[in-house]
Every structure is written in C-alpha cells, then in structure tokens.
C-alpha cells in the first residue's frame, strides 16, 4: 500500500497533506487542538483579463523600433543596450493564483493526534486521535470536500466549525444546516520581485476581479448551536460530517469574470443540497470509483533486502538520506513512493474542463505566492506534463490545451502587435487571463517569446502515443500551425543565408560580456531546437489532422533546411547561445539547450558525449526541477550510475543542504525548490519511467538506465510511444518479462524492442503487437 503516514501532528504546511479533485484543493493539517483545512479553488486568481495591460498597452509602432535597434545592437554585439531596448516591449507582470479559506474544526479538550496518514490508491486522508477518527476527500465525482469525525468511545464528541478567509468576505449567512461566505477577491497582486508595486490591490480601475463563495453543510446526529463569531458548535454527536463546496464568478481561461458571488453561492448550495441523498458511505464509494479508475492504471513495486514501509514517512527519509549508501539503496521503496505520489498529485491537481496545475499544483496558502504560483512557460508548466502520457493520465493534460487555446487566441494580438508576425506568441509567464505579453524583468527570462513552440511540442505528445482522438486533433493542429506561422515571421536570415532568432535567450541564464553578465544573443542553442522540433513535427500532425494541403507546410519545409541543429562548442560542450559564449553561472539549474534530448525526440549518439560534458559542468545538486530534468536527461544517455547520484539529491530531507537551489523533499514530500514548486514531484514520475522504458525512437529499450538499488522491481501499464502499454518484470538488473498489449483504438503493429544486459549488453528482437493479444518478451536465453 502506498501511503504517507505520520506518528506526530502536524507542523504547519508543508507538513500537511494535500487532498484533491481538479478544482478543490485542501491541505490537511490533524493538530493536538484543531483539525485545519486549508482550502484553494483552481478559479481563485487576483485581476482579471484586462490586468495584463492595466498599466497601458505598448503600441506597435514603438514596439518596431526598440526591436529593430535591439536586433541591429545584438549584431553589432552590444547586448547591454539591446536589453535597455527591449525593455519596452513588455507588460507589467502576470496575476496570482491565490488561497480561497481555512475550514477549522476545534476538537474537545485533551485530544491528542496519534496517527495519520494518505491513502494514494483511495485519495483519502486519515486521523486517529484521542477519543475521534477522522476521514477526508476530496470528490471530483460529486464536487465536493467530505470530511467526517467519529466518536471512538460511548460519550458523543462536541466540535465547532469555522470558516475563515484571507480575501475580503462580502457576507455570511448561517442557518441549520451550515454556513456561506461570500467574497471578493483582490484586483492586483504583484509577485515578490517587483517590490515597487504594492503586494494587494483590493480595487482598481477597470479591474473587475472574481468573486465567489464557500459553502459549508453539517451532517450529525447530535446538536447543532452558533458557535460565536460566525462559526458553528455540533454537541453530544458520534458522527460529525462536513461538506465543503466552492464556486467562484470564473467562467474560462483568458475570459473575463461574469456573475457575482450571489451566483457563485448559489451553485455552491445546490451542489451540496444535490448530494442530500446520498450517505457518506456512498460519497466515497463514488469517489474510490473515480480516482480509482485513474491511479490503477500504473502500478510499480521496488524491493530491496529489507522492507521500510513500515515506518513513518518522515523517519524513513531521513534514514535513507543517512544511510552509508545512496539513499535509493536503502530504501528502493521510496522511489516507488515518491512515484506514486506524483501520480496522486498530477490526478488531484489538473482534471479535464478545469485549470492546469499551477508552479504549487492546486495548493497555495500565500496571498503573494512564490512567483506568483503562476504558469512559467520556459520549463515548470510543460515539466508537469512530461508523464501523464507514460502512466496513462492522458485526461488530466487536457487542461493544458486548453490553456495554449487560451493563449494562441490572446498572443495573435501580441505577436502582430510586439513583433509584426502572424500567427500567436507566448512568453515567460502566463495565468489564467492566458497573459502572453513579456513581463517587465530581467531580460534572461523576460525577453523569451519561444513558449509556443515548447508547449505545442508537449501537446504533441499524444498524438505520438497513440491516444489522440480526431476531436483533439482538430484542437491541435490551428494552436501548432498559427505557432510555426509567428516562428516562420520571427526568424530572421543570418549573414551566412541561415535562419535564426534574434533577439535571443537561454533561459534563465547569462553569459558574460566584460564584467557584466548578458541574456541576449542571437539564436540560442534552446531556440534553434525547438523550432526544428515544431517544424519536424508538422508535416505529421498536419496528416493526421486533416491539415496535408496546408500552405505553411511549404514555407516550414523550406525554413527547416536552413535552421541548424545542436552546435558543439570547442570546448567539447553543447553550446548555449549562438556563439561560444562564457556562461555566467557554469553550474545555472536551467539546462536549456539540452531540449532536444530530453524532452525532445533524442539526439545522435555522437553528440552524447557533448551533452555528458555539459551536464558535469552544470554538477549535480540543484532545484528540485532542476534534478528532475537531470535525471530525465542522464537516463536518456543510458547513465544509470549517474541517475543513482542524483536520486540521492532527491531523496532527502528538504533545507539538508543550505543554498537558494538546494532541492529535497519537504516532510509531506512535496518537492523543494526551494521552496515548494509541484513541477519536481510531477516531473519524478517521467524520470522513472524513463530509467524502466524509453521509446522515443524506433526501438523500445527495457531498463534503458536502472540505477543502482532498483534492481528488481516490477511494473504495470506504463504506455509505449505507438500506441502500447507494457507490464515489466525484472530481477538482479536484467528483464524477466515483459508483456505488450495494444491500446484500445490503436493499431500498434510491429516494434523493435531492445532488452538491456547487465553489463551494457542488449539484445534486439521484434515483436508483432495486435488488438487483443498480448505479446510476451522473455529474458534472452530463456
């Protein structure tokens, strides 16, 4: 059984365990004198769509002219000048996903938390303590937070219940069943690094924000009184359950707010009196069902020499992290864990119809959250996605597409406007407005106008696993065409008749130009493969979508010829910037111009080498993130050694090593930054997958990069590129079994499969996969 468990009460946050369903988040935290619950709502976002050009929108005349001098001082190496340039072209900054309440249930006098623990496979949060057990979870079946107490003993327990709320409460009303608040939320909140903006703005002109409303109903069977300053007091019950419901005036990305919080109260209500028949058995029974039909569809199991399940979560990660060996050595099964933890956060995270996971998923208690708990573009919100394909969580991506909708129909203004290109452009930052300008900052990551070609790329991913419906297709392929049209506009010629972007970044890096570091070049190692990777990809899409008459097809076929490829720079190293540059910081977490291996379709094994260098001279510890994109990267070179040194860096207890980009894990396992971004928890998932199966080319490798510690193990369902999914047994290293079977719909066909060895030797055989039969690979020699 895969759970986080806990033989202490909470302390504080990140110590608390998230609960989920898509839209509703909560943040569990079972104290001696309280349980809190610390709410968010996917829809809670400061502003609104007219935030972005709040400040004034920069016209395109004067948007021409800065690029035109940046682009002539760029050439004429005078980068400095060129970042004064374009600072002109940006907007302020995007808004803040925000904390919506705080459900508190004050327990009776002496109780004392023994025990708690999250259920992975139920999605389901447990308390023991004195006298009261208590359940929690979050349905995305029925919309609704269900958290019920039971009295343990023969005497009934007496609790109150609060709501509380950092946004401004419009009004509360209390009758005898529970409680609605109405509130407003905030018409700006300004990220951390612009500290000449005030951190709130409640009211603004021509800001219209969300508001919305939280609904709580009590379920008992003892006595229901107030309980003082607008709480509620349950005495002499055995059974306590609480209901918790959320709406908000929010009606799509990129769209502006429309109702008030009287609606938003009003369908909070009805949800909750719509499940009044239903009893708390049959609530979690439903919601079992539903998550349930998503988290089994994967399962993994790491066996090592001893068992440490057993233990409390915290302890066994401080144990492995001391261990004499590395940390996945001494305790395989946290791998495991930590795997299907991030299978559980993407699941409660990111559901279809609803938002995309944020920097922090779901969970946010920071009414100014770390960079703004928003969409970052240049790496973190496709990071997310990087394994819902893999472990078949297809479904929880769609609100990614419908993000890069939301963009494509925004950034056309900004492409024509900023740049003179068709098509549509997004940037560094973006919310749930679909803001697409640059941001005012730093030119190392402002000045990135590339976000397009990335998520299209990740969009993609579907398509090339075999799950892709027409219906999606059909949503794909204007978001991947109207992308390639600005990349096809952007691009200049260079003096040598190649294609290149200028101005250019790798982000979030510098290199240096005297004593000062630089961010802008001309076409930057990550630039020049992400467009040969959107140019490659579209003549397939565009086939498989009904698109092959296409005219941009002609003009990207002629533009891909002329974009080169990776570049190695003399020193041996896959080169950053468009020249052989001195980076800034060597050991930067971004590792941008490895693109094109990881998540990219891979690189010649001739240029493995190059990337090698290039990752040593970055070093290991990093961000969270940051480690993550390593791993994913060392396995990708079939670096199993190299991927055991970095898990150890994960495995460990978050703050163990000092720094601003020192990762780990908090004690609720979130991953650290620090502090807490999601993307490092998300992002394991693919790492693993990669180490046990990789198909990114015409072969499926087993065990591709099995790092020490895993060397037996099992593991059902991961998906195959083409349209497969495959269960794998192994043992001392080496693939006992391996069972592929086609998706449902797909016609998978005839694969290559290669059967790593210990020692680096492989075997090659094919395989004839069809509908229905499923095809077995031994052990070679067996």
Known sequence: ????????????????????????????????????????????????????????????????????????????????????????????????????????????????????????????????????????????????????????????????????????????????????????????VAPGHRPDRAALVWDSDGITPVQGALTVSIRHDGRLEPGGDGALRVVGASEVVVLVATDTTFVGLGCAPAGTADNAAERSRNRIDGLAPLSVAELAARHRRDHGALYDRVSLQLTGPSDRAGLPTAERLSEAAAARIPAAEADPGLVALLFDYGRYLLIASSRPAGLPATLQGLWNASMRPPWSSNYTLNINTEMNYWAAQVVQLDDTALPLLDLVEALAARGAETAERLYGCRGWVAHHNSDAWAFSSPVTGDASWAQWPMAGPWLVRQLDEPRRFGTADAGYLARLWPVAAGCARFCLDFAIALPDGRLGTRPSTSPENRYRRGQAGVAVGTASGMDRTLLRELFTLLPALAADSGHADDPVLAEVAAALDRIDGVRIDADGRVAEWGLDEVEDDPGHRHLSHLVGLYPGDGLPAAQH??????????????????????????????????????????????????????????????????????????????????????????????????????????????????????????????????????????????????????????????????????????????
């Open 1 to 188: 059984m895969s759970r986080l468990h806990y033989r202490t009460a909470s302390d504080g946050w990140l110590d608390a365990l998230p609960l989920g369903n898509g839209r509703i988040g909560a943040m569990v935290e079972a104290t001696d004198l309280c349980t809190l619950v610390h709410l968010n709502d996917e829809t809670a976002w400061s502003g609104s769509v007219a935030s972005e050009h709040h400040g004034g929108r920069v016209d395109a005349a004067t948007a021409a002219s800065a690029l035109a001098a940046a682009r002539d001082l760029i050439e004429n190496d005078r980068p400095v000048e060129a970042e004064r340039e374009l600072a002109a072209l940006t907007a302020e900054y995007s808004q803040a996903y925000l904390p919506f309440g705080r459900l508190q249930i004050t327990l009776p006098a002496g109780h004392a938390v023994s025990e708690r623990w999250l259920d992975l496979a139920t999605a389901t949060h447990h308390i023991r303590g004195t006298g009261i057990d208590q359940t929690s979870f979050v349905s995305a079946a029925d919309g609704v937070l269900v958290h019920r107490l039971t009295a343990t003993g023969p005497a009934g327990v007496d609790v109150t219940v609060a709501v509380s709320t950092p946004l401004h409460e419009l009004a509360r009303t209390i009758d005898d069943t529970g409680l609605t608040v109405r509130l407003r939320l905030p018409a700006d």
């Open 609 to 782: 080498a190059a990337v090698g260098a290039t990752l040593d001279r970055r070093g290991d510890d990093s961000t969270g993130w940051s480690l993550v994109w390593k791993l994913c990267l060392r396995a990708r070179l079939g670096q199993a050694g190299r991927v055991g040194d970095l898990l150890g860096y994960v495995l460990r207890p978050a703050g163990t090593e000092s720094g601003a980009h020192a990762g780990g894990l908090y004690p609720n396992f979130f991953a650290a930054h620090p502090p807490f971004q999601i993307d490092g928890n998300l992002g394991f998932v693919a790492a693993i997958a990669e180490c046990l199966v990789q198909s990114h080319t015409d072969v499926i490798d087993l065990l591709p990069a099995l790092p020490p510690g895993l060397e037996n193990g099992r593991v059902t369902g991961l998906a195959v590129r083409g349209g497969l999914l495959v269960d794998l047994d192994w043992a001392d290293g080496e693939v006992v079994t391996a069972v592929f079977t086609a998706r449902p719909g797909t016609r998978a066909g005839s694969r290559l499969v290669r059967v790593a060895r210990p020692g680096g030797a492989a075997t090659i055989v094919e395989i004839r996969v069809r509908p229905g039969r499923p095809t077995r690979v031994d052990r070679p020699g067996r």
